[in-house]
């Protein structure tokens, strides 16, 4: 018999909730983010001119500084002021919510977000998935679960990017001073997708896009790269919502798959990857954990959205319904609607 600590969640109080959706809406209008530190604005003179500069750490160990203005700008300075008090303020919050057990990344997932967000790029149509989309869509549902760390940073590019003007992917990487390299294609002829810090652990950043079969290298030209394919992927990147991620000290704006069609596509790998056991496990609990919130606190109805499953993933998502039945055994009204759903 299931037992209450057998529950995939636990709510998050009002006040906590608050907290993190005023951080966010202060974000979302704050326009370009400091990268690194907030730093601190120092005067320089010796040349009988003086000049403003930020000094900050852009990464652990690595000073840097930003020139501000001349001495005597008063406009530039005071802006510069307030965005150094407004990462201070922004820092300080994270750093709480932290110890309020929201889901916050290291710092190598903030530098590379806030150089995407400087680029315009997340706002241009580019989504966050993978395990960090579960992790933000806990924070944005306001709950409490447990979930595995991850060494990657997943970001899905629609057929169509609304950038102005074409941006590098690998500069925009690259700019965060953390060392990034392209990681080789597979089989080796094949353009890269991914870009990796150095060492077994170190952080991966993979552009992924929709295509029918599993692994393709395609160009990007607005980016100046290559994605890697995977099935469905216009299914999940159709609806995206606003969200935030927060890593480090940062909170940036993000677009996010809507948390539905998150569920059913994390049903739908958990049953598609046959050799890779750990990994289909956790997709299923990330799906079941968040249907659960979604059924239980959001009043949602999981029929609805299955109706907009293309017909291929609704094959393999209802093999799951066994060991989704297992893995809500605490969560009665969730588990009756996949029954009623997929049986």
């Known amino acids: 018999m299931a037992t209450p600590s057998d529950r995939r969640y636990r709510p998050k109080e009002l006040a906590y ?56 700008d008063t406009g530039a300075l005071d802006d510069a002021r307030g965005q150094v008090e407004f990462t201070q303020w922004a820092a300080t919050q994270v750093k709480t919510l932290r110890k309020l057990e929201f889901q916050v990344a290291d710092k190598g997932v903030a530098s590379v977000m806030v150089e995407l967000h400087n680029k315009q790029v997340l706002d241009a149509g580019l989504t966050l998935v993978g395990t960090l989309a579960y992790m933000y869509w806990l924070n944005e549902l306001g709950v409490n679960a447990v979930s595995a760390r991850t060494q990657d940073i997943d970001l899905a590019a629609r057929q169509h990017l609304k950038l102005g003007a074409p941006e590098s992917f690998l500069e925009i990487v690259q700019a965060t001073q953390l060392g990034f390299v392209p990681v080789p294609g597979m089989p080796s002829k094949e353009p890269s997708t991914s870009v990796k810090l150095q060492g077994a652990d170190g952080l991966r950043v993979d552009l992924l896009t929709h295509g029918a079969k599993l692994g393709r290298s395609v160009p990007v030209p607005q980016l100046m790269w290559h994605a890697q394919t995977m099935p469905f992927y216009a299914y999940l990147l159709e609806q995206p919502q606003k969200a935030a991620v927060l890593a480090g000290g940062h909170c940036v704006p993000v677009m996010l798959p809507s948390a539905l069609r998150f569920v059913w596509h994390k049903l739908y790998s958990s049953a598609a990857r046959r050799s890779f056991p750990e990994k289909a496990e956790k997709d299923l609990v990330q799906a079941a954990t968040l249907a659960a919130v979604l059924v239980e606190l959001q009043d949602e109805d999981l029929s609805d959205s299955f109706g907009e499953v293309p017909a ?32």
Do not use: N
Not at 20 to 43: F, H, N, W
Not at 48 to 64: F, L
């Open 17 to 72: 909730r608050t907290q993190y959706a005023e951080l966010k809406e202060r974000v979302e209008s704050a326009g370009m983010l400091l990268p690194g530190t907030p730093g601190t604005l120092i005067k320089r003179e010796g040349t009988g001119y003086g000049y403003w500069y930020r000094v900050y750490y852009p990464v652990p160990g690595k000073k840097a500084e930003q020139f501000v203005c001349k001495d005597g």
């Open 312 to 343: 291929d993933m609704k094959k393999l998502v209802r093999a799951r319904l066994p060991a989704l039945r297992r893995a809500l055994a605490a969560h009665p009204q969730t588990r009756e609607q996949f029954v009623g759903t997929l049986g």
